[in-house]
Each structure stands twice: as structure tokens, then as C-alpha cells.
């Protein structure tokens, strides 16, 4: 799994302004609607629900949201560089300013956890995450992600939400 295969540039956002992790969700599901074409309130509804389950905060300042979405076909991603740091509860007690929610076809797919896994090696590399917290664009976040990987998707990639019929 490659993450330029999943994450485009319309899909990060560099100023998020969010006061806490439910706003922060909201904000995941502003951006994940308005690319991906999917019901804002399914997407605050699944990822709320899973934060029920344990929160999503991998620590130092990261979280990774994820669940089970209506409408799409495939797996999708949305990043958010948080205008401040918020309490996500995270596992180091650590306020988070990094959230990269990983929303997934109501189906369930195969490697979901394969990818989660990925996502958090590569966040917490803090070589990395410094990079994403200075970059000044989102081509820089897209670049400072993907290093190494083949050619990051800049056009905003393909809709993986269902075809209407």
C-alpha cells in the first residue's frame, strides 16, 4: 500500500481550527465530504463511534481515525495539520496536531490494518512529522508522506465513493 495512492492534495488541509477532538472529527469530515462526496454526518457518526472504542491517539501528537464509511468503494484518506494542538486522549497523554483519518468502504477491506500500520510508521518517524508540521504547502506534506514512493497523485486522484445509478 502506497500512501500517494490514497492521499491527494484536496484532501489536506494545513489549517484545521479545531478546540477539541470532536471538532477536529468534524473537520476530517468537512474535507472527507466535500472530496470524496460522502454524507458529512456518516462520516462524524462512524469515526465517533470508533473513538468509543479506544482513542485513535497513536501519540506524539498524531492520531489516526478510522472507520467503516456509507458510499465508498475504496479506501480513503484525509490529513489535517491542526491550527492547535487538541486532546485526542491519546496513549502518551499528549495533545495531537497531526490527525490522518483513514475511512474505509462500509464492506471492510482486506488490508485496512496493514495500512493503518503503515500510516503509523511513517507519522511517527519524527523526521517525517516535522516535515509535515513545517511544510508551508500541501505539496511539501504530500512530498515529506510519499519520499521514496512512486509519483504522488497531484489532481486529486480518483473518487472512491460509489457511482450513482
Request: aromatic letters at 2%; charged letters at 25%; proline letters at 5%.
Amino acid at each position: 500500500m502506497e500512501l500517494n495512492s490514497l492521499l491527494t492534495l484536496d484532501a489536506i488541509s494545513l489549517t484545521c481550527d479545531a478546540e477539541s477532538m470532536k471538532q477536529a472529527i468534524c473537520c476530517v469530515a468537512r474535507h472527507a465530504s466535500s472530496r470524496y462526496g460522502l454524507d458529512r454526518n456518516d462520516v462524524i457518526e462512524a469515526l465517533l463511534e470508533r473513538e468509543k472504542l479506544g482513542s485513535t491517539g497513536i501519540g506524539e501528537g498524531i492520531a489516526l481515525p478510522h472507520a467503516l464509511v456509507p458510499g465508498l468503494t475504496e479506501k480513503a484518506l484525509v490529513l489535517l495539520r491542526l491550527s492547535q494542538p487538541v486532546d485526542f486522549d491519546a496513549v502518551d497523554d499528549q495533545p495531537v496536531d497531526l490527525v490522518c483519518a483513514l475511512l474505509v468502504p462500509e464492506a471492510g477491506c482486506q488490508d485496512h490494518k496493514k495500512c493503518l500500520a503503515k500510516l503509523a510508521r511513517v507519522l511517527r518517524d519524527p523526521q517525517v512529522s516535522a516535515r509535515v508540521r513545517k511544510a508551508g504547502s500541501k505539496e511539501a506534506v504530500l512530498a515529506a508522506l510519499t519520499k521514496g514512493q512512486s509519483a504522488p497523485s497531484h489532481n486529486g486522484g480518483s473518487n472512491p465513493t460509489s457511482a450513482a445509478a
